[in-house]
Nanobody
């Protein structure tokens, strides 16, 4: 079973930057969409950004202009560059990959932004 492993989370001051990376432990065929979601304490998991197989991107309004999603199909990785971070960006960030056969989720990585 292919697993997704996220890295790059941590503690940063407001206004700072972090780069999250998500790598698949094996090959995934028929990838349709890769994306990042987040879940803050007491809140539902929400979409942050997605990137489709034709590189079309979609962002939550709250992160537009600050976050950038990118993918490397050859390595089956998806990254999230997060700039101008705000305390309200604090959450556990999850990677998700949708293929023609399965939906894969990572285990999550904590991002904490201090004010």
């Amino acid at each position: 079973q292919v697993q997704l492993v996220e890295s790059g989370g941590g503690l940063v001051q407001a206004g700072g930057s972090l780069r999250l990376s998500c790598a698949a432990s094996g090959s995934i065929f028929g990838i349709k969409v890769m994306g990042w979601y987040r879940q803050a304490p007491g809140k539902q998991r929400e979409l942050v950004a997605t990137i489709s197989s034709d590189s079309t991107t979609n962002y939550a309004d709250s992160v537009k202009g600050r976050f950038t999603i990118s993918r490397d199909n050859a390595k089956t990785t998806v990254d999230l560059q997060m700039n101008s971070l705000k305390p309200e960006d604090t959450a556990v960030y999850y990677c998700r990959i949708i293929s023609t056969m399965y939906v894969y989720w990572g285990q999550g990585t904590q991002v904490t932004v201090s004010s």
